[in-house]
Each structure stands twice: as C-alpha cells, then as structure tokens.
C-alpha cells in the first residue's frame, strides 16, 4: 500500500472516530440532565446509571482512544513528511490545544458519571445544560483551524 493510500485511510478513520467521540461527549451530559428529574433508588435512576456507563465504557472510550492513536499517526505520516517544524504549525498547536481540552472534558464526564452512580452528584441541571455544547463548540474552532490552515 502506497504511504498516500494508507495516510488516506488513517484520516478517514480519524474522521470517523471523532463523530462517534463528539456524539457521546454531547450525549452523556443529555442523560445526566434527565438522569437529574429520576427519583434516586428508582428504576428510571437505574436506566440512567446503565445508560451512562454502557455510553462511556463501549462508545466514547474506545472512540477517544481510536482518535488520539490514528492522530498520532496522522501527524507521524506528516513529520515523517515535513519534519518536526510540523508541530509548530500555529494551525496544528490550535488543534491539539483543543483536543487536550476534550480529553480533560472527557475525564470530568467520567468522574461525574462515578458520582451519579454513587449517588454524590452535587451538580445541577442547569450545569448540565449549559455545558452540554462544550464539546461541539471545541469541535468547530478544531475543525476550521485544520480546514483553514489559521496561521500557515
């Protein structure tokens, strides 16, 4: 496979690996708000748990780490390409600023999620609401500084 062929397919992957990341990461804070209105102890509050846990653990882990391996080996292929001067692209370190962004995001989801599964949630739904966007608001400033090369 020619190194053209394979970067091609990594980037679709990458792509593809980062919608199914973005879905979750919007998602889980919609359940913690409706998990908000169950009755603690309830059978509902049960679904909540179940639901946030199987989200995290089977679609937005795999995913986050699907997305940093193959963007690691995208920019891999590109020094291999360019040289190290390709880390310091004001465009790339824009990206990669918001990707440490939404590993960190992911990791507060993670630890809520363990707090609503103990029971010891102190946020509000208000909370929830207003942050449930984050994510796709970092998604948009990622996707136009790759698109548009902000920086050179």
């Known amino acids: ?9 990594v980037l679709g992957l990458h792509i593809i690996a980062v919608i199914a990341w973005m879905a979750g990461m919007m998602m889980l804070p919609r359940l913690y708000v409706y998990h908000m209105q169950a009755e603690p102890g309830s059978k509902m509050d049960q679904v909540f748990k179940d639901a946030e846990r199987r989200l995290l653990r089977i679609i937005i882990n795999p995913a986050m780490i699907l997305v940093l391996v193959l963007g ?14 390709f880390l310091l692209h004001p465009w790339l370190l824009t990206k990669l600023a918001f990707v440490l962004f939404l590993v960190s995001w ?23 609401r207003m942050t449930n966007e984050l994510p796709f608001l970092a998604a948009i400033v990622i996707v136009l500084a790759v698109t548009t090369k902000i920086g050179g």
């Open 72 to 85: 690691c080996t995208l920019i891999g292929f590109n020094v291999r390409g360019e040289g190290w001067r």
């Open 106 to 128: 992911h990791g507060f989801l993670a630890r809520a999620r363990r707090r609503f599964e103990a029971g010891t949630n102190t946020r509000t739904e208000k909370f929830w």
């Open 1 to 9: 496979m020619m190194l053209g062929t394979a970067y091609t397919w």
